[in-house]
């Protein structure tokens, strides 16, 4: 049975407490950095590198672009069909240090009218949560507060 | 130059939600396919089905599944898949036997029987499929794609939802005259604003249905035409279907993130690359087209595909909306058909009946729809995992 602390997905972020993390894979031989993680080939066309390293991506970047989810997706989503639908906010955000564009879903009560394209956003740990109690770690995008936005990034 | 073939018959079911098997529609427009030709089954050398997937299975593998329907008569059978493009490849194929000389006639079917709501991957716990993935980590169904591209087009270009409503409006009162369409009503701007939102910001009305549906096409040999007694045949000029090229800076379908790219984020190539490699194939620009037909998934992609085909610059495409240009008796119709605002999308059936309608446009027989003097016309589709088509249709 799955608990609060089996990751949606094995390998995709950090466990435990601390510094959380997106986890990706960066090529030896041309850089390229991959999410979801790519273990075996680089996808690179003129890259043969077949050696990959795991690193931890960017906490922060900025809102490439958002929306809702007003209606319950179908499965495999994990929802408990017993309780009524709350729609939730998807982010796609722009890391700039890797220049890649990840999705995730918006941390808990962040609703569309709290996001704008360009804004500051950091990872955190989220839950998913499923039929009949059982839930999943995941990661989910939140706001970061105006006054703690960095100034460099 | 790749060299033509004739498109020398077209027929379709009508689109809708009809219950019935998608043997059935498609047999039916292929029936009607033969009828606008102008020749009997068993005088057809190939048939070529764009397969019709259910649950990773593509059910009763298409080009074999309507070869018996019709009755067996020896023909060589292909079937083929690539997502929404899959008629765009069975169309390809069966090109590339016309113009090898190995047939001088190709019947070319999709058909597809949509399931009711959102689509969603087959069941089973499948880590390794991207498109599992999506729905499985994040509930990303492919409004919520749809979604993210609009909402970055108003960050970016200013588009409103006003804009993405007058798509809706545009392409409901050509679909009102199609008797294919699934859609046949004018649909107002206070309709769409009324209809709920589905993924923010787009809503209900602003979102293509799925559909049952199929479409058909003969198509031949340009001598073949002529010695058939059709003196000045609809043409195929081009079928491209390309692959994205390393590294997709734009978030797709079914992807989580995009490619790492080596420098800054530039705008993402696929969709104008797919257009770009039809031109290229037909030797004509944007400026030869009397008409486009394109995949509006929904209201706000209409939009990007203006700017993907060339007909605006970047960035312009609700601007273009905006002039009239692209509604019926402007400049560049897009989308006399009705798009996919009017049919709904039937997967394998979708990309032949965008050559439907260019057929009976160069023809001059879309009737009401009808645009004064077709001469070039384009379609555009794109789908799951970085597919996606345009066929340029010359008379
Ligand atoms: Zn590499």
């Known amino acids: 049975m799955a608990s609060a602390r089996t990751p949606v997905v094995a390998g995709w972020f950090t466990s435990g407490d601390g510094d959380f993390r997106l986890l990706g894979t960066r090529c030896r031989a041309c850089g390229a950095v991959y999410f979801p993680r790519e273990d075996t080939f680089c996808r690179a066309p003129r890259c043969a590198g077949e050696e990959l390293d795991e690193v931890p991506l960017s906490r922060r970047g900025r809102v490439w672009s958002y929306t809702d989810g007003r209606y319950r997706p179908p499965a495999p989503y994990p929802s408990d069909p017993a309780r009524d639908w709350a729609p939730y906010t998807l982010i796609a955000v722009e890391l700039a240090a890797e220049r890649m564009v990840v999705l995730g879903q918006g941390a808990p009560g962040v609703t569309v009218a709290d996001l704008a394209v360009g804004m500051e956003v950091e990872v955190v740990p989220g839950v998913l949560a499923g039929e009949g109690g059982q839930s999943w770690t995941t990661w989910h995008w939140l706001p970061v507060p105006a006054e703690d936005v960095e100034e460099s990034s | ?395």
Not at chain 2, 93 to 116: H, N, Y
Not at chain 2, 126 to 150: E, I, K, M, Q, S
Not at chain 2, 317 to 331: D, H, M, N, P
Not at chain 2, 340 to 368: H, K, M, N, T, Y
């Open chain 2, 1 to 395: 130059m790749t060299g033509e073939v004739a498109v020398i018959g077209a027929g379709m079911h009508p689109w809708g939600k009809w219950g019935r098997s998608f043997v059935e529609y498609g047999t039916k427009a292929a029936r009607a396919a033969l009828t606008d030709a102008g020749l009997d089954w068993p005088d057809i050398a190939s048939v070529v089905g764009a397969n019709t997937v259910r649950c990773g299975y593509p059910g009763q593998v298409a080009g074999a599944t309507f070869a018996r329907a019709l009755g067996w008569q020896g023909a060589r059978v292909t079937s083929v898949y690539a997502a929404c493009a899959s008629g765009a490849r069975a169309i390809d194929t069966a090109r590339a036997q016309i113009l090898s000389g190995m047939v001088d006639t190709v019947l070319v079917v999709g058909a597809d029987a949509a399931p009711k709501g959102f689509f969603a991957p087959s069941g089973g716990d499948r880590p390794d499929d991207p498109d599992w993935l999506r729905f499985r980590v994040l509930g990303a169904t492919n409004p919520a794609y749809f979604a993210l591209w609009a909402r970055r087009r108003m960050a970016l270009c200013g588009d409103t939802p006003e804009d993405f409503a007058a798509v809706k409006v545009k392409n409901a009162a050509a679909g009102a005259a199609n008797r294919h369409a699934r859609y046949r009503s004018p649909v107002t701007a206070e309709e769409v604003a009324a209809s709920p939102v589905v993924a923010d910001p787009l809503r209900l009305l602003d979102i293509c249905a799925t559909s049952d549906g199929a479409a058909a096409l003969v198509l031949s040999s340009v001598d073949f035409a002529r010695r058939h007694g059709v003196a000045d045949p609809v043409r195929i000029r081009a079928v491209s279907s390309v692959a994205p090229v390393y590294p997709r800076t734009a978030l797709d379908l079914p992807d989580i993130a995009t490619d790492s790219a080596p420098d800054a984020l530039v705008p993402d190539g696929f969709r104008p690359s797919i257009a770009r490699a039809a031109y290229e194939e037909a030797g004509i620009g944007p400026e030869d087209l009397s008409l486009a037909e394109v995949y509006d998934l929904s209201t706000a992609l209409e939009l990007e595909w203006y700017e993907d085909l060339g007909l605006c610059a970047a960035g312009e495409g609700a601007k273009l909306l905006r002039e009239g240009a692209t509604a019926l008796g402007g400049r560049i119709p897009v989308n006399p058909s009705g798009g996919l605002a009017s049919f709904g999308e039937a997967v394998p059936a979708q990309a032949i009946a965008q050559v439907c309608e260019l057929a009976q446009q160069l023809r001059g027989r879309a009737g009401d729809r009808q645009v004064a003097g077709a001469r070039v016309g384009i379609t555009a589709n794109q789908g799951l995992f970085g597919h996606g088509s345009s066929v340029i249709a010359v008379r």
